[in-house]
């Protein structure tokens, strides 16, 4: 079993930055790939980016340059530095934890993650 918690949420201005957080705990913590999604009202769950245990990250191509993922295993937690937000970044964000994927654009994919945090509210607005 794992626990996500995501912290870092609220709002922010367009151009303007935040971090978000996810603590994991349980059992194989270490060995997971843990990824953020994202959904916006009336819209999918849309996967982001994610990170393996080796810290190899994998990102859409709408967040490049702007997002970035990083892995604390120390800690036992992922960061999304998110940098230059737009309105369109508007959404509830979570965390989701999944074993190793063959194939890393597959960690984007949220019918392959069974465990995930209760999500937190990232709002670009002026």
């Known amino acids: 079993q794992l626990q996500l918690v995501e912290s870092g949420g609220g709002l922010v201005e367009p151009g303007g930055s935040l971090r978000l957080s996810c603590a994991a705990s349980g059992s194989a913590v270490g060995s997971v790939t843990i990824a953020w999604f994202r959904q916006a009202p009336g819209k999918e769950r849309e996967g982001v980016s994610c990170?393996?245990?080796?810290?190899?990250?994998y990102q859409i191509d709408s967040v490049k340059g702007r997002f970035t993922i990083s892995r604390d295993n120390a800690k036992n937690t992922v960061y999304l530095q998110m940098n230059t937000l737009k309105p369109e970044d508007t959404a509830v964000y979570y965390c989701?934890?999944?074993?190793?994927?063959?194939?890393?654009?597959?960690?984007?994919?949220?019918?392959?993650?069974?465990?995930w945090g209760q999500g937190t509210q990232v709002t670009v607005s002026k």
């Open positions: 989701a934890a999944a074993p190793p994927f063959a194939s890393l654009p597959m960690c984007t994919m949220a019918r392959n993650y069974d465990y």
């Open positions: 990170i393996t245990s080796s810290r190899i990250p």
